[in-house]
């Protein structure tokens, strides 16, 4: 007789078959795109709002990309020790702002703000700079690739734009915003086809 535990299971209970890379981006799609639809009523004064509460969220969820995969705003690295270190930092912080709030907001603001716009700049510069410098004709992507190649070309945009929205928070309106952290999201699960298609 076949042990049940061993199967893989059938119908809802069947095995996924989701890389681990791409699971975690889907929640993070999921709280952006939540996070940005709840900062039109917080705009316009019908929600109470915690922004050390957001703070620390995507902080959290910024470690545990770098600890389970090494990932962080300025691309994927080895998991060495020092990342885990810098991981279970900000874990540390993120928690803490949700648990005690205005204490670091300040600090996790302009931190948050940095890494989106140096990881997004540096992502463009990585993809776009070999292009430039290349001397012949760049040979043509297939349809998927090119969408790849807009959708984290957006993606890195967008988390530019995020970055000084949250370094000069006078500066943008707080339901532009909203707009970007749900595209942001959007973009994610865009993001999430298409590697399902290419792999």
Sequence with gaps: M????TTGGTGLFKE???PLSIAVVIPVGVLLVLLGLLLFPVNLGMLPFSPDGQLGLLLVIMAVQMLALGETPMGQYRRSRLLIGIGIAFA?????SCIVPGILTGVIQ????ILNIAG????????????????????PL?????????????????????????????????MVIAGIVVINGLLLFVLVSILLKIG
């Design 142 to 174: 297939p349809p998927i690739l090119k969408r790849l190649l807009v959708t984290l070309t957006v993606l890195n945009v967008v988390a530019i734009a995020f970055g000084i929205s949250m370094l000069l928070p006078g500066l943008v309106p707080g």
């Design 16 to 18: 996924a078959s989701l």
């Design 92 to 96: 540390a912080i993120g928690i803490f």
């Design 2 to 5: 076949t042990d049940p535990r």
């Design 120 to 139: 997004g700049a540096i992502l463009l510069t990585k993809r776009f700079l070999p292009m430039l410098h290349a001397a012949a004709e760049p040979a």
């Design 110 to 113: 302009v931190l948050l703000a």
